[in-house]
């Protein structure tokens, strides 16, 4: 019956102007003046139902209505439909992203046009000391009391990001942080924990310091011999021949520095993992007995127990390495008369191989740092003794690719036990064949 509000009012007029010749003025007056009469009570009775839902907007009480009303009304609930899906997108999308944020490895601080804490997710927690509710609408410079952060705020001259190094969670921490202008006047404030990269900033730092050190003493040495043959005329056959013997220990020494570091920076090339060959770990041993012998030069009692003849599945060069490095240390570290073993046995089902020495030792103090690449109990002695300083970091290595583990048992002056420990899985059944010469092998130097 309720057309749209003009067609309905020009409806009445003209019911209105049709009645006026057929029953006159009087009809036509009564019949427009009741028209609007009732018109006018249809649209107060529909803004009441309006008035009465906006005290209550939801879209599930939307009056009926009805006319041109009902049409009003029907499109109101269509809107607040549209409005509250849009709604729950947009928090849908929201609570997506603060849970991107907050699983985000960096700490994430956002700040106001204030420079106040508006949101921060875990990570800021951690590195900033920051609890996000307790936190919220704090001034970040209460926070992060760093001058440089301060005047780069105060600056106002936010438009190009300002990196800062900061230690953080007394002193555990080194973290990178980066505050980033975004929309109006608010900031993003990064962390970044460079811990370990700063570890490793300060171990190459300290890797170039002492190559440049091991490499100094040597050069200065040859260096020295050099100019004085070239300035003077030295005749003196003995001095001459003692030059030349102190210049060639010199080189070989920074010879065998460059050696020991090439091989630690193919060891350390992840890229080159180790070949899996079937070693035959008693031959080597013998192998390895020749050599201690050759290199004790009948200082030392040297022994071979091989008492277990399994192979070892592993790189055969870097396996006899490490082993080398072991045997040569014993050596060089155990005093004339003293006695060395190795020893090729299984410990708990895992295949082991071991030097002991009845040398110096060790103090435990410095057991832990052992393996550390230059590091020495007694600088002197090492390089005396023809050391590099990175054998048994060597050894370490190769331990780690081969899923080995290094046991170093040493008590100062009576000696060490330096074991290197392979997991069972890299055991291997020797082929048959005549293992008598091999299996339970025990040589005595001067035996
Ligand atoms: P180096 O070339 O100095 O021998 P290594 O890395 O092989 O370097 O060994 C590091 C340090 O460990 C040595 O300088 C020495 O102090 C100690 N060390 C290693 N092996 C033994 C051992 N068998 N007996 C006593 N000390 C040892």
Redesign the pocket.
């Known amino acids: 019956m309720w057309g749209s509000p003009l067609s309905t009012l020009f409806l009445l007029l003209a019911v209105a102007l049709l009645s006026w010749p057929i029953f006159g003025p009087t009809v036509a007056l009564i019949v427009l003046v009741v028209g609007l009469l009732v018109l006018l009570s249809h649209h107060i009775y529909n803004l009441s139902l309006l008035f009465h839902w906006l005290r209550d907007p939801r879209a599930k009480t939307v009056p009926q209505g009805n006319g041109s009303w009902e049409y009003v009304f029907s499109y109101m609930q269509r809107l607040l439909k549209w409005q509250r899906n849009s709604e729950l997108g947009l928090s849908k999308a929201l609570e997506r992203f603060q849970l991107a944020i907050t699983a985000f490895p960096d700490a994430v601080v956002m700040l106001d046009d204030n420079d106040e804490i508006a949101w921060c997710n875990p990570k800021a927690e951690t590195y900033f000391g920051l609890r996000a509710t307790r936190d919220q609408g704090a001034q970040i410079t209460n926070i992060l009391r760093q001058p440089r952060f301060s005047a780069y705020l105060k600056s106002g001259d936010t438009s190009e990001p300002l990196n800062l190094r900061i230690v953080a969670e007394q002193g555990k921490r080194v973290v990178l942080i980066q505050l980033v202008p975004y929309g109006d006047s608010q900031k993003l404030l990064l962390g970044r924990d460079i811990t370990r990269l700063d570890r490793l900033e300060t171990t190459r730092r300290d890797f170039i310091a002492n190559v440049s050190h091991e490499l100094r003493t040597p050069l200065t040495v040859v260096h020295g011999y050099l100019e004085t043959l070239r300035e003077s005329q030295i005749t003196d056959p003995d001095f001459l021949t003692n030059s030349v013997k102190l210049m060639s220990e010199q080189t070989a020494r920074m010879n065998r520095l460059v050696e020991d570091l090439l091989t630690l920076s193919q060891l350390g090339n992840p890229m080159n993992a180790p070949v899996d060959e079937d070693i035959n770990v008693p031959v080597l041993t013998q192998s390895l007995l020749e050599q201690a012998k050759a290199l004790s030069g009948s200082r030392h009692k040297i022994r071979a127990q091989v008492q277990t003849q399994v192979w070892l599945k592993g790189s055969a060069e870097e396996l006899r390495s490490a082993f080398e490095?072991?045997v040569?240390?014993?050596v060089?570290?155990?005093p004339d008369g003293g006695t060395i073993g190795l020893i090729w046995e299984e410990i708990d089902g895992n295949p082991a191989f071991v030097?002991t020495?009845t040398?110096?030792?060790?103090d435990p103090v410095?057991l832990a740092r052992?393996?550390e690449r230059f590091?020495?109990?007694?600088?002197g002695?090492?390089?005396e003794?023809?050391?590099?300083?990175?054998?048994?970091?060597?050894?370490k290595y190769i331990a780690n690719r081969h899923q080995a583990r290094l046991d170093i048992d040493?008590q100062p002056g009576s000696?060490?036990r330096?074991s290197l420990i392979f997991p069972a899985s890299r055991v291997v059944a020797p082929p048959d064949q005549d293992t008598s010469s091999v299996v339970g092998l025990e040589q005595r130097e001067g035996d």
């Open positions: 490095n072991l040569s240390n014993a060089r570290y155990t030097v020495d040398g110096i030792g060790v410095h052992l393996t590091y020495r109990v007694d600088k002695r090492s390089r003794s023809g050391g590099t300083g990175l054998g048994l970091a060597i050894v040493s000696g060490s330096f």
